[in-house]
């Protein structure tokens, strides 16, 4: 270092100690990380010494399915740890780097001879920093020791979670692949394998305490899905139970009145049961990643609400088809006690299956009721084919398990069983959100608005079949799920949409191409709704000027459709550096080609921002002239008096005249031309004009109407009667029946219109002598 900078090398170096200093008062991070590490894992170790000797391959396929969510909770808890531990670790790490090389620095400094010069005072001073670099450096060792072995301890851990997460795996893997194969001997040569009782109950117990921490430790992570779940969880309560009360209010001022009776009286009457039902199916929603045992716990909580929350209707339609379902998922959840034991499991599943096939027989042979039409007739027709269906592949479940196929066995019975359940709870859902949907709307506060007087019935529809829509493909995934096939489809569908190019940086594959087609036709739905959500509340808003409701919801509209491209730029994979030279290439295109188009878009803008024209106004810009039907950012649609719709571009609405006749009042003045014969007294005429106008309905009082006598004509007198109209669109009109008055009146009081006389003088021509 040169002589001159060691004074303000030792008070930077001095700072740096001092930092080290504060880093090794500090507690050790090392304590703390520890003990977080030790929380991920005992769990780890409980489900490594469960699955040991291939445990795996005898567990049924709901237990695999939990073992691999909660090892991919475990890998999540571990990323998250990795990150704090490297944000806790990190200063330790650099600390000890930059005093050592500033002990380097300092070793050198010295070994050159440039410290033999400094005065007494500052070569004690550089001295005593050595000797505290040392002391911190040695106490940061320390400390990176104890680190160190916590790292080293950390990645045993994660190399467990992934040993364990592919092993839940590849045992899923071998059950699908042995679908299709027989797992025991058949039924007549015994019932297979049996732990003993006592050894399946501990299996039990231990499984159901992994299941418990697993729970316990995942509500303890607070994840957003978490949150959002307990917000919607703690609203929904209070907002069904005030539905239900200003619902019921409303009733009772509406009895014995007129109006029809309370449309959702009956869709709210159990409202515990509907925000039972509906809280348990948020479970399922929006922690689709939750413990196996929380979201059967959440299904079994629904069960009673799903049989008081259907429809009426639907219960007479069907009969007892909804109570034996219920009864057959109970009693599957029942066998969870059995599935230790293979041989009790297999036994179980064989009366399961049994009982399933003698509730569809019994219901298949009760008398069906005659004359239902409508959608009751429609479903009634289609239980029937299902019920079949259902018989149909609970025969073949029982015949597997004859044969020894246990796993198919227990994968048709349980898929049956199971999504006849989930179709039942969903459609009671549809129901309770119907019934909700309906309320809100009938409120007072939501009844006003203008989007709900106007659109109500399209709302109302499009807001049933999302609902429905959502709940068959809700139904139909977990269909899928429970009958084994969602997982294959799953794979092979991450192969087809992997195929793609790749041309250096930029890379496209169909995944990404059908991720960006799905968002931008979400973005372009979700602009086009707030438009027409905007334009319908905001021009009636007495706080906005004339037209910004207009401005606010075309601006709205294209600025969602440009966020939501982005983002599906982004959600396709798409980076910023591989749309420079798409970007370059814009640039070019509108320096050279694309002035206009560019001039026009700002001029969109600016008609947006000062709103000198609004939808409905009459203009005539040049040679066009008519009402204008909407104002895009490029262009402005004005359609004609004649009922053309003509495409004005922006650029000629800015640059050009512009005549607005709507723009502050919809007034327009009417002028007609009146004449009269020289002997008629003017102010009998201008009197007459006045009246007839005066009397004329549509004209206004404010200003009055005024005739006058313009000038002295070749054969009359000339006079003009001007009268306003405070309705545009009637000026037409007006200025007809004003016309036809006027004529009427002068007739009536004699008084004569002079017309053009032309005297024609005949003059004969002599023959000539050719003639």
Known sequence: MPVSDLLARADEDQQRVDRARQLLQAPDPSDRLGRSLDAIVRPVEAKLAQSAGGALHLLPIMRLESLARHWDFDARRFATWELQARWALAPYGDAAVELSQRRAAWAATRTAGQLDVLPPALAERVQALQGQIDEAEAGLGAALTRQLALTQRASDVKARIRAGSNDVAAAIDDLDRRLLQTDVSPLWQGLGTSVGSRTAWEQVVSGLQIERQFAIDYHAAHTGNQQALRIVQLLLLPLILWLVVRSRRQGAQAQGAASPPHRVAQALRRPISAWLLLAMLAVLVLEPDAPMLVQEAALALALLPVLRLLPASLLRTLGAWPQAAIALYALDRVGVAAVADPALYRLFLL?????????????????????????????????????????????????????????????????????????????????????????????????????????????????????????????????????????????????????????????????????????????????????????????????????????????????????????????????????????????????????????????????????????????????????????????????????????????????????????????????????????????????????????????????????????????????????????????????????????????????????NQLDIHLRRTPPTAAS
């Open 351 to 755: 009366l399961l299956n049994g009982v399933a096939l003698a509730l569809t027989l019994w219901l298949l042979g009760r008398p069906v009721p005659a004359g239902v039409d409508g959608p009751a007739g429609l479903l009634q027709r289609l239980v029937r084919p299902t019920a079949w269906t259902a018989l149909a592949l609970l025969s073949v479940a029982a015949a597997c398990n004859l044969v020894g196929n246990v796993s198919l066995a227990e994968t048709l019975t349980s898929g049956v069983i199971d999504s006849g359940y989930m179709a039942l709870l969903l459609t009671a859902a549809v129901a309770a959100g119907t019934g909700l949907v309906l309320a809100i709307l009938d409120q007072p506060e939501v009844a006003r608005r203008r989007l709900v007087r106007q659109h109500e019935p399209v709302v109302l529809k499009a807001g049933m079949r999302l609902l429905a829509l959502g709940a068959g493909l809700g139904w139909l995934l977990y269909a899928m799920d429970r009958f084994r096939v969602l997982r294959p489809l799953q794979r092979v569908g991450m192969e087809v949409l992997g195929l793609g190019v790749e041309v250096g940086q930029v890379s496209v594959h169909l995944g990404d191409v059908l991720v960006f087609m799905v968002s931008v036709a979400l973005a372009y739905w979700a602009a086009r709704a707030v438009r027409r959500l905007l334009r319908d509340e905001l021009p009636g808003h007495a706080g906005l000027p004339r037209g910004a409701g207009n401005s606010i919801a075309s601006l709205s509209y294209y600025g969602v459709l440009l966020l939501g491209t982005l983002v599906a730029l982004s959600a396709a994979g798409f980076q910023v550096s591989q749309l420079a030279l798409v970007f370059g290439a814009l640039g070019v295109g509108i320096g050279f080609g694309l002035q206009n188009v560019v001039n026009n878009f700002v001029s969109g803008l600016v008609l947006m921002v000062e709103r000198p024209i609004q939808p409905g106004d009459l203009v005539e810009v040049g040679p066009t002239a008519g009402t204008v039907r909407e104002i895009g950012l490029r262009a402005t649609i004005i359609r004609t008096y004649e009922g053309a719709d003509v495409v004005v571009p922006n650029g000629l609405l800015v640059s050009s005249n512009l005549t607005n006749w709507t723009l502050f009042d919809r007034s327009r003045r009417i002028e007609i031309t009146v004449t009269a014969a020289y002997d008629t007294d003017p102010s009998r005429v201008l009197a007459l004009l006045e009246e007839v106008a005066r009397r004329l309905p549509g004209i206004a009082a404010q200003p009055p109407p005024a005739a006058q006598l313009t000038g002295y004509g070749d054969s009359a007198l000339n006079f003009v009667l001007r009268a306003w109209t405070q309705d545009i669109g009637a000026w037409g009109s007006l200025r007809s029946e004003l016309l036809a008055r006027t004529l009427a009146a002068l007739q009536a009081e004699g008084i004569d219109i002079p017309y």
